[in-house]
């Protein structure tokens, strides 16, 4: 007999599978009741649960493809609780990093970074590490291509990247691309063609497993104004699109 079973006879008095008469069985059945449960609570085995510890970060979870995201999650709520602001907040979703983790987003591309802090939860999508919102998006150009691969970095908090009310030198510029060819001939021919009409017409240089020439018009000090360049250019059948320059 296991010990518990000793214990339940010495504490209530009676043995468990004793025959007596009905009255006898009414009389013991509290006892019986208590027994039961003090022979169940022997029969299991104590086991000491520990919190799971999160893992750690991966070299595939830093470095891939990236996109970005805008409607219709604009105005949602993200994973962490926040309302996502895809226009002015400087945020991305990552499928593994903690919450308010701030990192360091590097196109390959073209070499150009921005500083986000995750607050949702994504991109799903096979063979992308992070999802950035649209003003992030445009700090690395990746607005028009919508996907670039990148490489993360994880920030400490004195790293991050502080906002400072712009100088006169460090204000942001915009400018409107009307296109990137791969012959350098071509980009200068419509180069030429533009300088008729438009004043500050250049071609960037833009060489990774190619090299592209990129032709834009403009250096205008905002969006508004580069967008009112945009749209006397779509009038001359070219499809531009607004790019900040510096």
């Known amino acids: 007999m296991p010990?518990?079973?000793?214990?339940?006879?010495?504490?209530?008095?009676?043995?468990?599978?004793?025959?007596?008469?009905?009255?006898?069985?009414v009389r013991r059945l509290p006892f019986l009741i208590c027994a039961v449960m003090v022979l169940s609570a022997c029969g299991h085995k104590k086991v000491q649960v520990k919190t799971?510890?999160?893992?750690?970060?991966?070299?595939?979870?830093?470095?891939?493809?990236?996109?970005?995201?805008?409607?219709?999650?604009?105005?949602?709520?993200?994973?962490?609780?926040?309302?996502?602001?895809?226009?002015?907040?400087?945020?991305?979703?990552?499928?593994?990093?903690?919450?308010?983790t701030l990192v360091r987003v590097t196109n390959k591309q073209n070499g150009r970074q921005v500083d986000v802090r995750i607050n949702d939860r994504?991109?799903?999508?096979?063979?992308?590490?992070?999802?950035l919102s649209v003003r992030a998006a445009r700090e690395i150009d990746l607005v028009r291509p919508g996907v670039a691969p990148?490489?993360?970095?994880?920030?400490?908090?004195e790293d991050f990247a502080r906002v400072t009310p712009p100088t006169a030198s460090s204000r942001p510029l915009f400018g409107v691309q009307v296109g990137a060819f791969?012959?350098?001939?071509?980009?200068?021919?419509?180069?030429?063609?533009?300088?008729?009409?438009?004043?500050t017409v250049t071609i960037q240089?833009?060489?990774?497993?190619?090299?592209?020439?990129?032709?834009?018009?403009?250096?205008e000090p905002d969006i508004q104004s580069a967008?009112?360049?945009?749209?006397?250019?779509?009038?001359?059948?070219l499809k531009p699109f607004i790019v900040r320059v510096n």
């Open 3 to 25: 010990e518990c079973y000793y214990w339940a006879v010495m504490n209530f008095g009676v043995p468990l599978l004793a025959n007596d008469n009905n009255s006898g069985h």
């Open 52 to 100: 799971p510890q999160p893992n750690s970060v991966s070299s595939k979870d830093l470095e891939g493809m990236a996109s970005y995201y805008a409607e219709p999650y604009h105005g949602r709520r993200t994973a962490s609780g926040e309302i996502f602001d895809t226009y002015q907040g400087m945020t991305a979703a990552h499928r593994t990093l903690p919450f308010n």
């Open 122 to 131: 994504g991109p799903w999508v096979e063979g992308r590490v992070i999802d």
């Open 150 to 157: 990148v490489k993360l970095r994880v920030l400490k908090q």
């Open 182 to 199: 791969e012959n350098q001939r071509t980009a200068e021919d419509l180069k030429r063609r533009l300088e008729k009409k438009y004043p």
């Open 205 to 219: 240089t833009f060489t990774a497993e190619k090299t592209l020439y990129r032709v834009r018009i403009g250096r």
């Open 227 to 237: 967008e009112k360049l945009a749209s006397q250019l779509r009038k001359e059948d």
